[in-house]
């Protein structure tokens, strides 16, 4: 990007230390506990404790240090403090197991492994500390554990004798002291979702990663000191990255370790009312969630601070972009974007100066050349296509774990099209310079070869009264048979009738078109999502197109169960298919 240049991610980070070291940092929010408060001096003294016990424990630039933690101050300082020193961070959240954890870490072989003594999730206390030896045994490059020592010691176990504790190193003095590191070199570790094998390891930059934060937040989401900011998110998601890197916009920011229903749905319109947030990020799933639970929140909530609502993750509802307008703030901003873990930012997305239309995104990032090709990899506008950048951008990564020669690489963006990124994701680009996001581009539903979103589908069937949530899939089956079944989860307390059939297929007739009106509709206990809280489409199309339950990853499930009931679901259709 530039040649010579070198810098350091967590300096960029802890700018504002220098010039407001007695403002807030950081509000950590928890369920129970009363929320911690840390200045940008503390924040700053913090990590450069924690760098220098990195540095004495023999780390260099480009060793791994992990997390097994959740949304606390604590992992942020940890992540900073390792890009301190140039090792390279890569975290998940307290909820995987150690199968899920080994997939992760295990190829990235860290030398240390940060982890919680436990967490409160639900109104329960998690003890973490009986996981520390199943970590060890499948981590077993493992050299240092470091405890962060949060929970009251009567409510979790003894940590072993060799690990250190949080609060003890954070304690000690220390100056800060920053690696400058070419832009290039490797600042985290994320992961795909694996659904098909062991998650890969997408490798990001500190150049790329601080060039991209600054222009994503601090130009697009328009962020600064005056700010205050809270996404709704877990560690796993590449959103707690952009979390943490709000703090290079010198805003302040909230984290929270806490269930996102704790004490109801409104949990995070709550966090955000109580700390007069100015900007509240968070995936669609979130907001129509408060929606559907029939929850109004400006009724006993003051949002008169809130400017700005960024949806990311999935496509949000026209309903659910009403509601928002009518329950939470009518002058408020709201937002969407669409990017990916790939590249810890969004492609496309919302800008401070352009007017808000429903459903769409209003165009293109500062520098990144998004268009919409069809399958000849000709430029269409108005009409369904596939998004693509055909130019680089700086936070693409630098390179994938384990792929040496770059093959897995270059498939996962470029075989569609060769020199070209295709990210996967269904978009209609609008001639004005819009975009509308229809889900993923391997996830369409193909009926006599008109082409469209799942989202366009499920996003109909929500609407409709006695639905709790939708997903459909279409999968090509052998001998040229197309099979587009429907599975919906019904309101608690309901079941599936014929009767809310009717008025499903009713609404799909209406308001989508009597072509994808599905061949059955199933009922199903919930729809399979991974800890991202994105639908799992995909690997169950291919379990109804044949594929072993074995190849998928049930780790990544958020609930595995859910996977195998889809996989019981597919062999039954097989045997009726068969006979």
Known sequence: MVPGA?????????????????????????????????????????VAALARKLRQLGLEPGDRVA????????????????????????????????????????????????????????????????SYQDLRDVLPSVEQLIVVDQMPRESVGELPGDALRFSEIASEQAGPRYEQLPVEHPLWILYSSGTTGKPKGIVHSHGGVTLEFYKALGLHSGLG?????????????????MLAGILLTGAQIITYDGSPTFGGPQKSFELVARNRATFFGAGAGVLSMVQRAGVVPNVSMDFSSLKSILVTGSPLPDTTWDWVYEAVSGTVRLGSDSGGTDVTSAFIGTNPYQPVYRGEIMGPYLGVDAQSLNSRGERVWDEVGELV???????????????????????????????????GDWVTQLHEG????????????????IRMGSADLTHVVGRVDGVAASMVIGAELAGGDYYMPLFVVPQPGTRLTRELERRIVDAIRTQVSPRYVPDEIIEAPAVPRPRTGKLLEIPVKKLFQGADPSTLNRATAEDA???????RAARAHAGRREH
């Open 6 to 46: 070198r810098l350091n991610y967590a300096e960029n980070s802890l700018r504002a230390a220098r010039t407001r070291p007695d403002a807030i940092a950081i509000v950590g929010e928890h369920e129970s506990r009363d929320p911690d408060r840390w200045t940008w001096r503390e924040l700053e003294s913090q």
């Open 67 to 130: 997390g097994v933690l959740p949304n606390i101050p604590e992992t942020v300082a940890a992540m900073l403090a390792t890009a301190s020193v140039g090792a390279v961070w890569s975290v998940v959240n307290t909820d995987f197991g150690p199968s899920g954890v080994a997939d992760r870490f295990a190829q990235i072989e860290p030398k240390v492994l940060f982890v919680g003594d436990g967490y409160e999730f639900g109104g329960t206390v998690r003890d973490m500390t009986v």
């Open 225 to 241: 000191p005056r700010d205050v900011a809270y996404y709704a998110v877990a560690t796993t998601w590449m959103v707690w990255n």
């Open 389 to 423: 950048i055909t130019r680089p951008m700086p936070s693409m990564p630098v390179f994938f774990w384990n792929d040496p020669q770059g093959e897995r690489y270059q498939a996962a963006y470029f075989d569609m099209f060769p020199g070209v990124w295709r990210q």
């Open 434 to 449: 819009p975009f509308v996001v229809h889900g993923r581009s391997d996830s369409t539903i193909n009926r006599g070869g």
């Open 561 to 567: 169960e859910v996977l195998d009931w889809y996989a």
